[in-house]
Every structure is written in structure tokens, then in C-alpha cells.
């Protein structure tokens, strides 16, 4: 797209954070200045190109993504004016927000509840009763590279939820304590549904970890708090993207739960390398405590707001409420069985 490198200094962090806030043809004018600061002969006709090429609707959240493809592709190389390198960054780009702003596996599932039910059937029985049996009399199989590559993954898909459920936390923040009956809460509600998409995609594919400790041959590892732990909250994800007025502490539990997430999969991503990492991972025990705390501040936000009066007790808010105890039980449980289990060896 551009004759030369745009160098690491064009669109700094700050840049693309305020490209985010204009319309369209700002953030064009404001990626064509910055390209004549450098010498570059770029004019709006050259991104207009690009986009009708692919048959693309000219969007901010599109030219964003254009722009921050240029800043990172511009730390490694150069950029050849219609050559296949950029049109190849640009697209996955745009493939990328597509994917995060409609979610077609987690929407797939969110309109089809009972597959979602059927997959959590099929789940149960294969980790406790098909798999083992299959596995019986085999090797175990030899998943280094599709669990680091998975784990980190999951990682970052993490990180991109973070960001969402913050947003929506932030932008929504004033409602907290509104009737969630009226028409803007639902339709604010309905406006973040991408986000309950993604959400369902993670939850549903989390369920590999279990997959993954079956076809490894680590039944050991396959215990009653991490296959509830999973299954109940496929069940309660798909519940509350399929209510219409959530409770607002729900979403709080959710961000409080990814961020969690961030850390744990970043962590068993880096134990997937083998021994010659592992020795390095003495902090495992406190990401059991990182899971009880987080709990813990679950619990004391839905205290203070149903004390407050900001939350209404429903069905789903009951359920919620008593899973997230449960949970933390199970957890405080399995931590002092882990520590009392290093301390004697």
C-alpha cells in the first residue's frame, strides 16, 4: 500500500488509540499526513483502492485495523505499494474484527441451545467413561505443540474478552443500578451481544482442556471441581446470553473470570514446553489463590449490590449466586488438599 517503510514512530500507541475516536475520513486524512511527514506519496485514493479491491465497507473500526497493521508490519519491513505482503496483513486484519464483532461459532450456538446441551452430554461422557475406555490400551498421545499453540491462544482470546467486557462494563457503568426491565437496559444488553458471542466461543472451547488431559493418558488430573468447573459455566454462559436483561454483576463476574483466564492459559501454555520450562513455574499454587480471590471479589460485589439494592433476585441471579459459593468452596478445598500435598513431599 505504501512506497516505503512507515518507520516505528508513525502511528505510535497514543496515535492509534485516538485514530479510534474520529469518523472515517479523519482517521484517512490523519493515515495519509502521517505518511507525507515521511516522504511517502500516499493519498486517500491509494486506501479507497485497497478497499474497494476486496470488496470492503470503509469503516473506522477497518481503518484501524489498516493502521495498526502498518505500525506492525513496519517494525519488521517494508511495505510494496500493492504487493501481496500488505493485502495479505490488511485482510487478516479485517478477518480478525469480523470474527471478534460477529462471532458466527458462538452465535451458532447461542441461537441453538440444545446442540450447546448436547455437546456438554457428549463432554461429560468422554472425559469419564468414553475416552478412558479408548484410551485403555494406548499410548498417550503426543500434544506438545497443539497445547502450546492452543493455550496461548486461548491466552489471548482471553485478553481480547478483557478488553470487551471492561468496555462494557465502563460504557454501561451509570445502569448498574437501573430497572432492568426498561428498554435501554435490554437494548444495551443487545447492542454488546457480539461480546456474549465470544464468550460462548471460549467457554465451549475450553472444554479441550479436559480433551486434552484424556488423550494425554492424565485422568489424575480430570477431578469433580474441573469438570463442573467447565460444564457449569458452558450452562451459565449460555443462559445469560440468551436472558435479555442480565444482571450487571453477572458481567463483572465474567471480567473478574477472563482475566483470570489470561494468566492461567499464559501459564499452561509455558508448562506445555516440557521440564526444561517447568522448573521456572514455582507460582502454580498462587494461581489457585489468584482463582480463590477472585472469587471472593465476586461475591463481595454481588453482596454490596444486592444490599444496595441495585440487583433484583431472579432465577439466573440465584443460580449465579449460588455456583460462584459453590465454586469458591470446591476451590479452597482443592487448594489446601495441593498445599498440605507439596508440604509433605
Known sequence: MLGRSFGRRVLSNATLRSLRQYPVEPIVNEIVYLAKIRGLEVDSNDIDELVEEHNLELTTERLYGVALCITARSYGGVFLRGGGESHFCNMLVVSIQNFLSANGIGKHLNENVHQCY???VGYVLFVTWIGP??????????LKIPMIVYNFFMSAFNLILVHQLYATVTENWDMRCSNRSIIEYQQRVHSRRHVAWN???EKYLSLLDTVFFVLRKKQNQISFLHVFHHASMCLLVIWCATTPDPAFFIIINMLLNTFVHIIMYFYYGLSAFGKSIQKYLWWKRHLTLLQIIQFLLMISYMTISFGKGCEEVKTLEAVSSAFTFSILVLFINFYQKSFKKSKVQ
Open 118 to 120: 448436547c455437546i456438554l
Open 133 to 142: 475406555s479408548w484410551m485403555k490400551n494406548r499410548k498417550p498421545f503426543e
Open 199 to 201: 464468550l460462548i466461543f
